[in-house]
């Protein structure tokens, strides 16, 4: 069974921001081995990195005219921050790993959607 | 009662959950079961009850699915590979008559994992009930909706989202294993004690269901303690329940008539606590069995009882708890202990907060802030029974406020 996992950070602290440098270096440990550990599941074909919602831009269609407007569809905090795909045996081994995922436990979530087989 | 109305109440949830683990599909499981009873109605009548009715119903259920997707053409691999695995277990060919598939093999019984598929947390807490009474309860889909209150179509699309979710995220048929148990068992254990309560309230027909789903659920656990926490639970306080009303009106504990007690059942609960105590059992459904086994004893220790309760309280860490732990602390040791446990609580908007510190600040002699209490209790209740029991105790007080 394949699945999709969507990665909202919604507060999670990202490098490189002052909320970041807040957590102790074991915090920030714990982050990177989680990722090393995801990046190293076999199961797992990684997404592309995706830069900050902030640098989104949303379009839209109505009456043929083409409308766009700065930012992600959703708010800034609840936008995507990343994805992957995951081959797993079924829905409780997906939100195993998805309980990893460091923004799933650092107020973001992470939403498994399984995907059209074939 | 007939042969076949027997089978149908005690080997329909397992026949269909073994078509369930079967097929993975609820519909055709469901389809395939009802096939089956209709095949018994026909012929045990004629060719007799087979041995094994249960083995009978799975093998016809199998056999009936296999033919419903050979006829509809559906992926001739997944027919080979079912139909193979039919004949492994059954030891028989497809072709082979019904009656010669006096099953050799016992089909496992797979209820439990029925349970825990109908009960994953990825599915919403309504789908869950519902899906739980449907297929191991055996509740139509109209008899769901209407002890729920919403309409039929309503509950239908709830359980075809529900249905339809388990297939699409493939959440797996199984029991849980042991690291993913004691989450899992809890949402479980919190299903049929909802079902229960959502009973306990006036639908005998549902309590009755949710005791036969903990029945079920203590003997396919039989080493869990909390499994038959639940039902010494559900047992102690079904024992009361003719002594809960009285013309309609709710009759509080302190003023049921005992005799109206169902002692066969208080002694079946206090066995099953006993089973959950020798597991060494201190859960919260282990715990509130306890208490409830206090509450129909003659004199009630409320010291103990109190103790419980405050044990429950750590374990829960609920207010509500803590306001029976009061309730009790006031009957071992005052009413004026009772409130200060009382108003450390953040309960505001808990009309039995309200209603409990009237009735202590009553038995204090302080009628006018018991008045004031009633009052505001009046205010939050919402069940029209218990809103008559309040005002007929503010009625009691108001004449002394007269005077």
């Known amino acids: 069974m394949k699945y999709m996992l969507l ?35 076999p199961r797992i074909v990684s997404g592309e990195r995706m830069q900050e919602p902030e640098t989104a831009t949303t379009v839209r269609v109505a009456d043929g005219q083409t409308l766009t407007t700065d930012g992600p569809f959703a708010e800034t905090k609840e936008a995507l921050g990343g994805y992957f795909f995951l081959e797993a045996d079924d829905l409780d081994a997906a939100i195993e790993t998805a309980a990893k995922v460091p923004a799933a436990r650092f107020g973001g979530a992470v939403e498994v959607r399984p995907l059209v087989a074939g | 009662m007939t042969t076949l109305e027997r089978a149908y109440r005690d080997e329909r949830g397992r026949v269909l959950a073994s078509l369930i683990g079967f097929l993975g599909d609820f519909d055709l499981a469901e389809e395939a079961t009802q096939e089956a009873f209709a095949a018994a109605a026909e012929r045990w009548p004629r060719d007799g009850v087979p041995g094994s009715p249960g083995n009978w119903l799975v093998t ?31 030891s028989v ?86 690291h993913l148990l004691p989450e899992r068992l809890a949402a479980v254990l919190a299903v049929v004690y909802l079902i229960f309560n959502r009973g306990y309230g006036g639908r ?22 909390e499994a038959h926490g639940l039902l010494a639970l559900m047992l102690l306080h079904h024992a009361r329940r003719e002594a809960r009303f009285r013309d309609g009106e709710i009759v509080l504990l302190d003023e049921q008539d005992p005799r109206l007690w169902d002692e066969g059942e208080i002694a079946a609960g206090r066995d099953e606590l006993d089973r959950a105590l ?3 059992g201190q859960g919260p459904y282990v715990v509130q069995a306890a208490i409830a086994s206090l509450h129909v004893s003659r004199p009630r220790d409320w010291r103990q009882i109190a103790a419980l309760y405050g044990k429950l309280g750590r374990l829960t860490g609920s207010p509500v708890v803590e306001l029976n732990r009061a309730v009790a602390v006031a009957e071992a040791d005052g009413p004026e202990a009772g409130l200060a446990l009382c108003d450390g609580l953040e309960l505001d908007g808990y009309h039995y907060l309200h209603s409990t510190r009237a009735e202590l ?6 009628d006018r802030e018991a008045a004031a209490a009633f009052g505001r209790a009046l205010e939050l209740v919402e069940d029209e029974a218990e809103r008559r029991l309040l005002e007929g105790r503010l009625q009691n007080l108001q004449p002394d406020l007269m005077e």
């Not at chain 1, 957590?23 to 714990?30: D, F, H, I, V």
């Not at chain 2, 600040?361 to 302080?366: F, Q, V």
Request: charged residues 30%; hydrophobic residues 45%.
């Open chain 2, 93 to 178: 060919g497809t072709d082979v008559e019904e009656d010669a598939m006096e099953a050799a093999t016992v089909f496992p019984d797979e209820r439990l994992e029925l349970l825990f598929t109908c009960c994953h947390p990825a599915l919403a807490l309504d789908a869950q009930v519902a899906l739980t009474l449907r297929t191991l309860g055996g509740l139509t889909t109209r008899e769901i909706a209407a002890a729920f209150l919403v309409a039929e179509p309503t509950m239908s699309q709830r359980l075809v989202r529900a249905k339809r979710k388990i297939k699409a995220a493939a959440i797996p048929f199984r029991v849980p294993p042991d």
């Open chain 2, 278 to 280: 020798a597991l060494r």
């Open chain 1, 7 to 41: 990665i909202h950070q919604g507060t999670t602290p990202l490098p490189g921001t002052p909320e970041w440098d807040e957590l102790s270096a074991e915090e920030q440990g714990a982050v990177y081995a989680a990722y090393q550990e995801i990046n190293q599941d």
């Open chain 2, 361 to 366: 600040l009553r038995r204090l002699g302080r």
């Open chain 2, 204 to 225: 005998e027909d549902l309590a009755a269901e949710a005791l036969q789903l903990a029945r079920a659920l203590a003997e396919l656990m039989p080493d869990e303690p």
């Open chain 2, 60 to 90: 016809t259920a199998r056999r009936r699915a296999i033919d419903r997707l050979r006829r509809e053409r559906v992926g001739a691999e997944k027919v080979r590979r079912l139909a193979s695995e039919a004949s492994d277990a059954a």
